[in-house]
């Protein structure tokens, strides 16, 4: 996705396996970059509250760093739907799945998609220096 995730890299490893929404959000709660296979059913004032709320919690979320740890992950289970959070840098990736299949094993993939597409732009920006 923008903001040194590719977006490309994500959609092949990530939205193949029930996962219908991927989003990069700011620290403002504004969506920058998404991919998504079935969309969100929201209005698009929902959509905008939904985007800040999860903005939001990841910033509330780092206010207990110091005691608990660095958040890796937060996973919302609904009825319809898995929402997982994950920080990147000062922004929040969101991914909407749903909720068939092995939870932990399906995070560990978009963990491990997250750091291959990372590693890869790492690799071109050193590229880019020569």
């Known amino acids: 996705m923008s903001q040194n995730i590719e977006a490309l890299h994500l959609d092949e490893s990530v939205l193949g396996d029930g996962i219908d929404f991927v989003g990069l959000v700011t620290k403002s709660g504004h969506l920058v970059d998404c991919n998504n ?8 004032e929902q ?6 709320h999860c903005s939001l919690q990841q910033r509330m979320n780092q206010d207990y760093d110091d005691d608990f740890g660095q958040v890796k992950y937060l996973i919302t289970e609904r009825e319809n ?4 959070t994950i920080p990147h ?5 969101i991914f909407v799945m749903n909720n068939e299949g092995e939870l932990l094993s399906r995070v560990k993939r978009v963990l491990e998609a997250i750091r291959h597409a990372k590693s890869l732009k790492t690799r071109q920006d050193r590229r880019d220096l020569t």
Request: net charge positive; aromatic share 8%; glycine share 4%.
């Open 37 to 44: 296979r079935n969309g969100l059913n929201l209005s698009k």
């Open 47 to 52: 959509k905008e509250m939904f985007f800040m």
């Open 81 to 84: 739907n898995r929402i997982i």
């Open 89 to 93: 840098e000062s922004d929040t990736l």
